[in-house]
């Protein structure tokens, strides 16, 4: 065998196994994003709930995500052992002002869609209420 045609025989053998390589490695990159999107999934699940009453403990609200209906109150309750606020992340549709513990706060929603709110002392503390047509 010549020089030429061992080289072209190597060549092709890396060449494939790289191919090969790179073939497992997008496959497992796949597999990975859905495994990722079924853990996010579960976790949205579990945080979805139908109730009026968001816990605000440890510094979140619980649950994270309520679904209610239209004209329905909703009430946050501060279990926490620092003040927080509920602010509406739609400039002028609802603040608390500042809750200290154990103290509580109402709003009704008239309008359907996904409303999201923060606590403005603790901007990390997000929550969302949706309202189905």
Request: glycine residues 6%; contains cysteine; hydrophobic residues 40%.
């Amino acid at each position: 065998m010549t020089l030429f045609k061992k080289i072209l025989k190597w060549t092709g053998i890396v060449v494939g196994s790289i191919f090969i390589i790179l073939v497992i490695v997008r496959a497992f990159h796949f597999y990975n994003l859905d495994k990722t999107n079924a853990q996010v999934a579960k976790i949205h699940a579990t945080d979805l709930y139908v109730s009026n009453t968001i816990n605000i403990k440890n510094f979140s609200f619980n649950p994270s995500i309520l679904i209610t209906k239209i004209g329905e109150k909703i009430t946050w309750v501060n279990n926490d052992n620092i003040s927080h606020t509920i602010t509406s992340d739609l400039k002028g549709s609802f603040d608390s002002g500042t809750l200290i513990s154990g103290q509580s706060f109402s709003f009704t929603l008239t309008k359907t869609g996904s409303t999201k709110y923060h606590c403005s002392i603790h901007p990390t503390m997000t929550g969302e209420i949706i309202v189905p047509n």
